[in-house]
T-cell receptor
Framework: DTGVSQDPRHKITKRGQNVTFRCDPI?????LYWYRQTLGQGPEFLTY????????KSRLLSDRFSAERPKGSFSTLEIQRTEQGDSAMYLC??????????????FGPGTRLTVL | DAKTTQPNSMESNEEEPVHLPCNHS???????IHWYRQLPSQGPEYVIH???SNVNNRMASLAIAEDRKSSTLILHRATLRDAAVYYC?????????FGTGTSLTVIP
């Protein structure tokens, strides 16, 4: 399967610990997005990359959150000093955009974070 | 933020057509309308998108009102596998704005 993959699928951590999630996009997709989804809500945009450049960040992305996409391939999302309010599903999506028309995002299965 | 309004839930009988409405009265001229669906414990899946004209693909049809302030996703024959949460999304620039979606129940 050559779809978007995320690792781990589930993560349980204690409050105050740091966690890191990984996303592997569909190869040759130049855009990569991170979303957060809480129970009963739709996904909320966090940030996106065009190749290795992080071009946009939501105000939801506090300074405890950092995302990287070295070499424009896989991406990591790190949360420092986790809080119980960080418990959510973290979704990654990738797309190919030539900049002319809108692009279709392909989502991974998500990483479910539980902060105790 | 670009906002959409959808009914919280809808039901349909299997093999009958389903019309899922969405209001987006604040849409701007360059906003694309996207529909995604999400099955339990999975990431959202692309269904269809459009700008001004009605669109058809193998999964569904998208009917866009002339003033673009509303749209309707049409599933021509609902199957049990179509039971999911359907999101009507406005794409503004590089951000997708999801709402809470419509939970579709398909009755056998």
């Amino acid at each position: 399967d050559t779809g978007v993959s995320q690792d781990p699928r589930h993560k349980i951590t204690k409050r105050g610990q740091n966690v890191t999630f990984r996303c592997d996009p569909i190869s040759e997709h130049n855009r990569l997005y991170w979303y957060r989804q809480t129970l009963g809500q739709g996904p909320e945009f966090l940030t996106y990359f065009q190749n290795e450049a992080q071009l946009e960040k939501s105000r939801l992305l506090s300074d405890r959150f950092s995302a990287e996409r070295p070499k424009g391939s896989f991406s990591t999302l790190e949360i420092q000093r986790t809080e119980q309010g960080d418990s959510a599903m973290y979704l990654c999506a990738s797309s190919f955009s030539s900049g002319i028309r809108t692009d279709t995002q392909y989502f991974g299965p998500g990483t479910r974070l539980t902060v105790l | 933020d670009a906002k959409t309004t959808q009914p919280n839930s809808m039901e349909s009988n299997e093999e009958e057509p389903v019309h899922l409405p969405c209001n987006h009265s604040t849409i701007s001229g360059t906003d694309y309308i996207h529909w995604y669906r999400q099955l339990p414990s999975q990431g959202p899946e692309y269904v269809i998108h459009g700008l001004t004209s009605n669109v058809n693909n193998r999964m569904a049809s998208l009917a866009i009102a002339e003033d673009r302030k509303s749209s309707t996703l049409i599933l021509h024959r609902a199957t049990l596998r179509d039971a999911a949460v359907y999101y009507c999304i406005l794409r503004a620039g590089n951000q997708f704005y999801f709402g809470t979606g419509t939970s579709l129940t398909v009755i056998p």
